[in-house]
T-cell receptor, first 115, second 117 residues
Framework: AQSVTQLDSQVPVFEEAPVELRCNYSSSVSVYLFWYVQYPNQGLQLLLKYLSGSTLVKGINGFEAEFNKSQTSFHLRKPSVHISDTAEYFCAVTQGGNQGGKLIFGQGTELSVKP | GAVVSQHPSWVICKSGTSVKIECRSLDFQATTMFWYRQFPKQSLMLMATSNEGSKATYEQGVEKDKFLINHASLTLSTLTVTSAHPEDSSFYIC?????????????FGDGTRLSIL
């Protein structure tokens, strides 16, 4: 069975500092990987996705992630965060290699950007 | 881009009431929609997969008679929480897949905050 582990439940960081949110997955088959952001009392917004090809994926709001098959990781990074990046971030993987199939979510990482 | 609309965004009702939540795909037809439940400070848990024109597929541990799902059209799925009790209070989120984007990723609604008194 597939699973996703987000290693940090909370990440506090100062404004304009770089940030990395860690995500590891386990799967016996090829996967598609996603990062979503959730602002308070809202649904999820897709930040970026890895399907195939280049392992470095660029998304919205200046975020990027790198797929590392050997380490089964898909860490999310941003070189300089803003106050508005404060939110909950979820890493997710699909079952069966289908982009639109059932999503398995990590536990979430709360990013708190302080002035 | 693809938009999924969820209604209502917030509902408070008395224990024993049944509550219906709607999920609409606004600019694409969704043969499959998903319903999630999210407790405070926790991740999303898939409750069921809603399939247009057929029965929903429920995840293990989810009561089918408690959470009724109807996907009567390609743009609308509904979740009805029957005889709701305080333990059903939660944030419910739906998502839909846009098949027109070549098996594209899921798009999420803004969620429904359900509070049972």
């Amino acid at each position: 069975a597939q699973s996703v582990t987000q290693l940090d439940s909370q990440v506090p960081v100062f404004e304009e500092a770089p940030v990395e949110l860690r995500c590891n997955y386990s799967s016996s088959v090829s996967v598609y990987l996603f990062w979503y952001v959730q602002y308070p009392n809202q649904g999820l917004q897709l930040l970026l996705k890895y399907l195939s090809g280049s392992t470095l994926v660029k998304g919205i709001n200046g975020f990027e992630a790198e797929f590392n098959k050997s380490q089964t990781s898909f860490h999310l990074r941003k070189p300089s965060v803003h106050i508005s990046d404060t939110a909950e971030y979820f890493c997710a993987v699909t079952q069966g290699g289908n982009q639109g199939g059932k999503l398995i979510f990590g536990q979430g990482t709360e990013l708190s950007v302080k002035p | 881009g693809a938009v999924v609309s969820q209604h209502p965004s917030w509902v408070i009702c008395k224990s024993g009431t049944s509550v219906k939540i709607e999920c609409r795909s606004l600019d694409f037809q969704a043969t499959t929609m998903f319903w999630y439940r999210q407790f405070p400070k926790q991740s999303l848990m898939l409750m069921a997969t809603s399939n247009e024109g057929s029965k929903a597929t429920y995840e293990q541990g989810v009561e089918k008679d408690k959470f009724l799902i109807n996907h009567a059209s390609l743009t609308l799925s509904t979740l009805t929480v029957t005889s709701a009790h305080p333990e059903d209070s939660s944030f419910y989120i739906c998502s839909a897949r846009d098949p027109g984007t070549g098996q594209g990723p899921q798009h999420f609604g803004d969620g429904t905050r359900l509070s049972i008194l």
